[in-house]
């Protein structure tokens, strides 16, 4: 059984949101044709509160994209973005959200961001997204979404890392491509055995 993930398609992280990642909005119709290929269908959706640690403005003096530690290790501290009920954090409104058998919310501890599908940035905390799949005798997993460089890596290497078979479609990916993230991501991704095709 094959399932496809489709990481974060929401309008924050397309042309004109919080964190637009350019060319964000070209990947949904080809996305959507992708739908019917697959035994499963799995969104992610980024569902931060108000006032999320991850925020620069959470941090005083702080900006966008400076490096901070939290107890679980480096962040990246982002503008504030994919506040739940907001029109940032819903779904982009081609995305066919109706083929989808789950939703996986993430990012919605104040406390701790959450890029993986599987788990959140402390690499400990699971998301539930496993134990779906094993339970529906999923072994095979295809990436596509948003940002290749951060949401999508890190659910790509978690996933080779439980043993799944992984593939990436780079060409319903697009990047962020903060200070060679992009690069460094494609490296990581490969290393952990995850196919980019």
Not at 39 to 58: R, Y
Not at 97 to 110: C, E, S
Not at 163 to 171: A, K
């Amino acid at each position: 059984m094959h399932a496809l993930i489709v990481i974060d398609v929401q309008n924050d992280f397309c042309p004109k949101g919080a964190l637009a990642v350019a060319g964000g909005n070209e990947i949904v119709s080809d996305i959507n044709v992708l739908m019917g290929q697959f035994d499963a269908v799995i969104l992610t959706q980024d569902w931060h509160p108000a006032g999320h640690s991850s925020f620069a403005a959470s941090h005083t003096g702080k900006d966008p994209y400076d490096m901070i530690e939290m107890p679980y290790g480096p962040q990246i501290l982002w503008p504030d973005h994919c506040i739940q009920g907001t029109a940032g954090a819903a779904f982009n409104s081609a995305l066919n959200t109706d083929q989808a058998d789950l939703i996986i919310r993430k990012g919605y501890n104040p406390a701790i961001d959450s890029y993986s599908a599987f788990f959140e940035n402390d690499h400990k905390t699971p998301t539930g997204l496993e134990g779906y799949l094993r339970t529906h005798g999923i072994t095979k997993v295809t990436l596509v979404g948003l940002a290749l460089d951060f949401c999508v890596n890190y659910s790509a290497i978690d996933a080779a890392k439980l043993g799944f078979d992984v593939t990436v479609r780079r060409e319903l990916c697009r990047a962020i491509d903060l200070n060679g993230s992009l690069a460094a991501a494609e490296a990581a991704m490969a290393s952990a055995g995850v196919t980019l095709a």
